[in-house]
């Protein structure tokens, strides 16, 4: 049986090195803000915000179609445990997500998480699953779940149940309800277009474009490791920086 190859692109991993490292950024601000530290800059903050969660769920879509080409041609077996991995992959994230849930209920109780950032991820690679298969669907459905996700984010939608959250019927004021929230539209719309993307750009194991070498570079090789960590990134660095700042105002 041939395993699918193991070689990662630097660009998708700096990318995602990128996107956390800035998250990390935005984070330490909203704190240095909640805790009546520093007021938050509405401007450097309303960019992240702009730019780092579309660049997340583009990667993931990026990743999905990259590690699907690379099994593409193989054994109806190995492409059969190709989409287990990738289902329990999502799975993962998405319980990680429901464990955050439980603990934002017990520390930012006014704001508590009903459907953030992981639980759209987790679901986001679950559904992409028939999409990696018959990929010539993504541009559509990626565009129609853009524009739907974008036309009812202006709809004032009062008494959701968690489903309308789910794909994004929310009141006008969400935000002061959640300090985390991202529903699957437009959300997986982006995911698709990712994966869009990554077929365009990728086939098997190569780049269907040319790259200089700059994995031996120091700032590479950071933002290298900081997306091949970045889940584990996620996990620790919110109470690394809240618990450090309460320290110092104590």
Not at 31 to 51: A, C, E, R, V
Not at 146 to 152: D, N
Not at 199 to 209: A, H, N, S, V, W
Request: net charge positive.
């Amino acid at each position: 049986m041939h395993k699918p190859s193991s070689k990662r692109f630097i660009e998708i991993d700096m990318l995602r090195g990128l996107a956390i490292i800035l998250m990390i950024f935005g984070h330490i601000l909203w704190d240095l803000d909640y805790f009546g530290l520093i007021p938050i800059n509405n401007i450097i903050y309303s960019f992240l915000q702009k730019t780092v969660p579309p660049l997340f769920f583009l990667l993931v879509g990026i990743s999905l179609i990259v590690s699907k080409k690379k099994i593409e041609n193989k054994s109806f077996k190995e492409e059969k445990d190709y989409y287990k991995r990738i289902f329990v992959r999502g799975l993962k994230v998405f319980i990680l997500g429901m464990i955050f849930t439980a603990f934002s209920f017990v520390f930012i109780s006014d704001k508590p998480v009903f459907f953030g950032v992981l639980h759209c991820i987790g679901l986001s690679i679950i559904i992409s699953i028939p999409f990696l298969k018959y990929k010539k669907f993504s541009l559509i459905f990626s565009f129609l779940l853009l524009f739907t996700g974008f036309f009812i984010s202006n709809l004032n939608f009062e008494s959701p149940t968690i489903f309308h959250l789910v794909i994004g019927l929310h009141p006008a004021n969400i935000w002061k309800y959640t300090v985390d929230y991202f529903p699957l539209l437009p959300w997986f719309g982006v995911t698709l277009l990712g994966i869009v993307i990554g077929d365009f750009l990728y086939i098997e194991d190569k780049r269907r474009f040319r790259m200089p070498d700059i994995s031996r570079y120091r700032p590479a090789k950071l933002f290298q490791w900081a997306g091949q960590h970045s889940l584990g990134l996620y996990l620790i660095h919110q109470p690394i920086i809240a618990g450090t700042l309460l320290i110092l105002i104590m």
